[in-house]
């Protein structure tokens, strides 16, 4: 049995334990005292190694997404800065795409979307 759990929450509900270990979530917590905690090793084919899974605690964290404070009057839509808003009503609010691609008809707005786009979806 595994002594090492983390509490998981959704807001303010607690939501079940998550052993710190192996990953396993339980929603019960007779059913976390009844696991066998057995953390899963990977071997490294290349240098003959053994290495540990990585953990939810290893993994990086996440800013969160700054508010949008500027708003197009005329299509609504938000920017976290006013150089943003600025462009999009220079370039692209109530303007037509002026870039589209030749083998699909989709419409960009800047060159190099369509750039992109070729490569990705056409492999041109």
Not at 92 to 99: I, L, M, R
């Amino acid at each position: 049995m595994s002594t090492a759990y983390r509490k998981t929450y959704s807001g303010e509900q607690m939501l079940g334990y998550t052993c710190t270990k192996c990953s396993k979530f339980y929603k019960m917590w007779s059913n976390y005292l009844k696991h066998k905690c057995e953390a899963p090793e990977f071997k490294c084919l290349m240098y003959h190694q053994f290495y540990m899974q990585i953990t939810n605690d290893m993994l990086p964290v996440y800013k969160p997404v700054p508010e949008r404070n500027y708003f197009c009057g005329q299509c609504g839509r938000g920017y976290t800065r006013n150089e943003n808003l600025l462009r999009h009503q220079r370039l692209e609010c109530g303007q037509s795409p002026t870039y589209f691609c030749d083998l699909c008809d989709k419409r960009f707005f800047r060159r190099y979307e369509l750039t992109k786009h070729k490569r990705l979806k056409h492999h041109v």
